[in-house]
């Protein structure tokens, strides 16, 4: 079975970077595609960043200041982010899925922004 584990969240102050980690243990067949979701208090979560089939897309709040990368070599996906903003606080998760549209989430890390 696929865990996912996050790391590199944490506080900073607006305008400085943080890169999020996630790596993947246990066994992986057919993902299709990475990505991380943000969910701040009181909001639905939302899409960061995602890659499959070699295309990025992000949030149009992010472009242009978070980047994501991946490994499917060693099953890591990478949040680099850039400037961030207060607005961007929020537990983040990554999530893996499937050909055949099986997600599985990572347990999220806090990112704190003070302006």
């Known amino acids: 079975q696929l865990q996912l584990t996050e790391s590199g969240g944490g506080s900073v102050l607006a305008g400085e970077s943080l890169t999020l980690s996630c790596a993947a243990s246990g066994t992986a067949f057919g993902i299709n595609s990475m990505g991380w979701f943000r969910q701040s208090p009181g909001k639905t979560r939302e899409m960061v960043a995602m890659?499959?089939?070699?295309?990025?897309r992000y949030a149009n709040s992010v472009k242009g200041r978070f980047t994501i990368t991946r490994s499917l070599e060693t099953m890591t996906v990478d949040l680099q982010m850039n400037n961030l903003k207060p607005e961007d606080t929020a537990v983040y998760y990554c999530?893996?899925?499937?050909?055949?549209?099986?997600?599985?989430w990572g347990t999220g890390t806090q990112v704190t922004v003070s302006s």
């Open positions: 999530k893996f899925s499937t050909l055949n549209a099986e997600d599985t």
């Open positions: 890659v499959g089939g070699g295309a990025a």
